[in-house]
Nanobody
């Protein structure tokens, strides 16, 4: 499983960014996809997740109502639309995948990680 995140950048407070995660998996592999972020000196936190089956998205309380996770019909690209960005959203953002049945918000279950993409929210 390979993942590649992109779309980070510098944005002013209140602005928007859309991150993309391109996922390459063996045929017939089902995976849950999570978006995470990390600030230097702090633990990595999960901000949103999308299960392979169903449409029950998961969001951290800090981003609920501002961030939206979605994917294409081929299930090989997942996006994180980030609106109303705040300075505290500044972090390196990662996408990761898991193939087990653990809850989508269980960080240790994510075995496959992409490289990070920097998001900076600043005026």
């Amino acid at each position: 499983v390979q993942l590649q995140a992109s779309g980070g950048g510098l944005v002013q407070p209140g602005g928007s960014l859309r991150l993309s995660c391109r996922v390459s998996v063996p045929t017939y592999t089902a995976y849950d996809l999570g978006w995470f972020r990390q600030v230097p000196g702090k633990e990595r936190e999960i901000v949103a997740a999308l299960p392979w089956r169903g449409d029950r998205r998961w969001y951290a309380e800090s981003v609920r109502g501002r961030f939206t996770v979605s994917r294409n019909s081929a299930k090989d690209t997942v996006w994180l639309q980030m609106n109303s960005l705040r300075p505290e959203d500044t972090a390196v953002y990662y996408c990761a995948a898991k193939t087990d049945s653990a809850p989508v918000d269980r960080i240790p279950a994510y075995a496959y990680w992409g490289q990070g993409t920097q998001v900076t929210v600043s005026s």
